[in-house]
């Protein structure tokens, strides 16, 4: 549910009311609405772009030939009929349209570069009057894929030239894994040459004004935000348990504590000085809400691996994924510390 991100979507219509030059990395903690977000932003340009919305959530993605079958939608008709199809309609989703004969053409001969392919099927659109606009929603998912070499770089090659070089379309890359926007950030080759932007959850006043708008009692709204904060899933999610609400976030928290407690425990008993490192780590979080972090060592690892705590490498701070992991944070070591 797209609610009061106007700011944010303004800041989007803004970079793509110019011609292309940086990678945009759209981040953020987990469920903050980043593809919300996105989806609102497709509709709005929906007159003057076509989009390709390239979505790697929860796809398995294990060769070349999978990510060409999430890159490319097959579709009936030539070339000349698709590209009419996308002028007239100027959206596309789940894949960019080609037909049968074209993705057999590049799944079959390893000579033929798809990037090629794509630049100039992205630049035969522009000339005819529809600018192109490219969003990879969970790019991390190929970022240990192999193909002659690691794939993730021969992408962002191909987005730098997409991007900076030819100005031909707008790249948008969306991840909610910090531990990959770090990695990213700290490579040379994108260097000047990305931008970034960061979907946060709500603040206090727009998530009780967002539940108040659904008929929540303002007492109804401050207790949702005791528990989840400004989350837009569990902001959402609410409007489903108005009857129990009181024992649905206590019992959500309770499961998150519950998560976070056995996982705790397993560690002790099978990686004791992992265990001993990240104890110390979560404590700062009893009396503090973010704290500053200059290294990603074993223990903010599995915290950010694990959805526990977020990290933002643009301001070296790590804190909870949301208010509903800082109070699990706090409970659990009450039990296990």
């Given at each position: 549910?797209?609610?009061?991100?106007?700011?944010?979507?303004?800041?989007?219509?803004?970079?793509?009311?110019?011609?292309?030059?940086?990678?945009?990395?759209?981040?953020?903690?987990?469920?903050?609405?980043?593809?919300?977000?996105?989806?609102?932003?497709?509709?709005?340009?929906?007159?003057?772009?076509?989009?390709?919305?390239?979505?790697?959530?929860?796809?398995?993605?294990?060769?070349?030939?999978?990510?060409?079958?999430?890159?490319?939608?097959?579709?009936?008709?030539?070339?000349?009929?698709?590209?009419?199809?996308?002028?007239?309609?100027?959206?596309?989703?789940?894949?960019?349209?080609?037909?049968?004969?074209?993705?057999?053409?590049?799944?079959?001969?390893?000579?033929?570069?798809?990037?090629?392919?794509?630049?100039?099927?992205?630049?035969?659109?522009?000339?005819?009057?529809?600018?192109?606009?490219?969003?990879?929603?969970?790019?991390?998912?190929?970022?240990?894929?192999?193909?002659?070499?690691?794939?993730?770089?021969?992408?962002?090659?191909?987005?730098?030239?997409?991007?900076?070089?030819?100005?031909?379309?707008?790249?948008?890359?969306?991840?909610?894994?910090?531990?990959?926007?770090?990695?990213?950030?700290?490579?040379?080759?994108?260097?000047?040459?990305?931008?970034?932007?960061?979907?946060?959850?709500?603040?206090?006043?727009?998530?009780?004004?967002?539940?108040?708008?659904?008929?929540f009692t303002n007492d109804e709204a401050e207790l949702v935000w005791s528990y989840f904060?400004?989350?837009?899933?569990?902001?959402?999610?609410?409007?489903?348990?108005?009857?129990?609400?009181?024992?649905?976030?206590?019992?959500?928290?309770?499961?998150?504590?519950?998560?976070?407690?056995?996982?705790?425990?397993?560690?002790?008993?099978?990686?004791?000085?992992?265990?001993?490192?990240?104890?110390?780590?979560?404590?700062?979080?009893?009396?503090?809400?973010a704290i500053k972090c200059n290294e990603i060592d074993d223990a903010?690892?599995?915290?950010?691996?694990?959805?526990?705590?977020?990290?933002?490498?643009?301001?070296?701070?790590?804190?909870?994924?949301?208010?509903?992991?800082?109070?699990?944070?706090?409970?659990?070591?009450?039990?296990?510390?």
């Amino acid at each position: 549910m797209f609610f009061d991100r106007e700011r944010e979507l303004g800041k989007l219509l803004r970079m793509v009311s110019y011609d292309p030059n940086m990678i945009t990395f759209v981040y953020g903690p987990i469920n903050s609405g980043k593809t919300v977000l996105m989806s609102e932003l497709t509709k709005r340009i929906a007159k003057d772009f076509t989009v390709f919305y390239i979505n790697l959530r929860g796809r398995f993605v294990n060769s070349y030939e999978d990510f060409m079958k999430v890159l490319f939608s097959v579709r009936e008709g030539s070339p000349k009929e698709l590209l009419a199809e996308l002028l007239k309609s100027g959206l596309a989703y789940g894949g960019i349209p080609v037909p049968e004969g074209v993705f057999k053409k590049i799944l079959e001969n390893k000579d033929e570069d798809p990037f090629v392919f794509l630049e100039n099927y992205l630049r035969e659109l522009k000339e005819k009057g529809r600018k192109p606009i490219l969003i990879i929603d969970e790019l991390q998912v190929v970022s240990d894929l192999k193909i002659d070499g690691l794939l993730i770089y021969k992408l962002f090659n191909f987005f730098v030239r997409l991007t900076k070089e030819t100005r031909l379309s707008h790249v948008f890359v969306v991840t909610s894994d910090s531990l990959f926007i770090e990695k990213v950030y700290n490579e040379a080759m994108l260097q000047g040459r990305v931008d970034y932007f960061l979907v946060d959850d709500f603040d206090k006043e727009t998530s009780l004004k967002f539940l108040v708008s659904q008929g929540f009692t303002n007492d109804e709204a401050e207790l949702v935000w005791s528990y989840f904060g400004g989350k837009p899933v569990y902001l959402v999610e609410a409007l489903k348990h108005r009857e129990e609400l009181k024992e649905w976030c206590e019992g959500t928290l309770e499961d998150r504590t519950s998560w976070l407690v056995l996982s705790l425990n397993s560690m002790k008993r099978k990686n004791p000085e992992l265990f001993r490192d990240i104890l110390p780590l979560l404590n700062e979080f009893n009396d503090k809400e973010a704290i500053k972090c200059n290294e990603i060592d074993d223990a903010v690892f599995w915290t950010v691996k694990n959805n526990v705590l977020f990290f933002d490498p643009r301001k070296r701070f790590l804190r909870p994924q949301g208010r509903l992991e800082l109070l699990a944070i706090r409970r659990a070591l009450d039990e296990v510390g």
